[in-house]
């Protein structure tokens, strides 16, 4: 991704990652792994259209970037686990190391579409939590004035599923004035604050991946076997 595809962009001020500032040098050194949910099926999705403008935006910064397309997600519960999108939601889960959530408010809550994929993002897998310790951004679209609803919902989420959600967020409301024909978002404080918010999830991320499992350690969890976790964690509920 070069600063001739992101026209808005005022290239004296757009600062590459420096990663010696936030690792040591005995730190992993691959591109972040980011994977970007977005909670609309619209054809012309305003949640799709913001992710795609983070997505630019996150390989810029030197990211390697997977969306997640819900096309055919089932509903929680609806199907089995082994159906082939919700395979593919949970392995591009395992595989990232922090993540973007975009989801449009319904009225005044993040949509079903949204929370479905999250659902079927389990706490644990046989023992190993595919969300845990790895970072989130989270964003908003709204048709009308600003509203923070799905942002929060989905700050509580992201602290249930154990990540780092990074402190600052996005909310872009009348969100059918922000976009051209093109489906490119237009020039505004409102697209300032998405790049503000893709540069401080690659900061987090890179600060803290290689560091995640000693952040995350409890002393609870050492004094319990990975077998009683297993069996904990992966119990029916009814």
Request: neutral net charge; contains cysteine; charged residues 25%.
């Amino acid at each position: 991704m070069t600063l001739e595809q992101l026209p808005n962009i005022d290239p004296e001020h757009m600062q590459p990652i420096d990663v010696d500032s936030l690792i040591g040098p005995d730190q992993p050194r691959h591109p972040p792994r980011i994977l970007i949910l977005y909670g609309s099926l619209r054809e012309r999705s305003y949640s799709r259209l913001v992710a795609e403008e983070a997505g630019r935006l996150l390989r810029w910064y030197g990211c390697d970037v997977r969306t997640f397309k819900p096309t055919g997600l089932p509903l929680p519960d609806d199907a089995e686990a082994n159906h082939p999108k919700v395979q593919e939601l949970r392995e591009l889960a395992e595989w990232s190391e922090g993540m973007v959530w975009v989801s449009p408010e319904r009225h005044g809550a993040m949509t079903g579409i949204m929370k479905a994929q999250i659902d079927w993002i389990p706490l644990a897998l046989g023992g190993v939590r595919p969300t845990q310790g790895k970072t989130l951004a989270i964003m908003q679209v709204s048709g009308g004035s600003q509203s923070f609803n799905a942002v929060n919902q989905l700050r509580i989420l992201g602290r249930w599923m154990r990540m780092l959600t990074i402190p600052n967020q996005s909310s872009v409301p009348k969100a059918f004035n922000e976009f051209d024909e093109a489906g490119r978002m237009r020039l505004s404080p409102l697209y300032l604050r998405i790049v503000d918010v893709c540069e401080e999830l690659v900061k987090f991320t890179w600060l803290t991946r290689g560091r995640s499992a000693y952040l995350t350690g409890r002393y609870s969890e050492r004094v319990e076997s990975a077998e009683a976790v297993s069996r904990r964690v992966n119990q029916e509920t009814h």
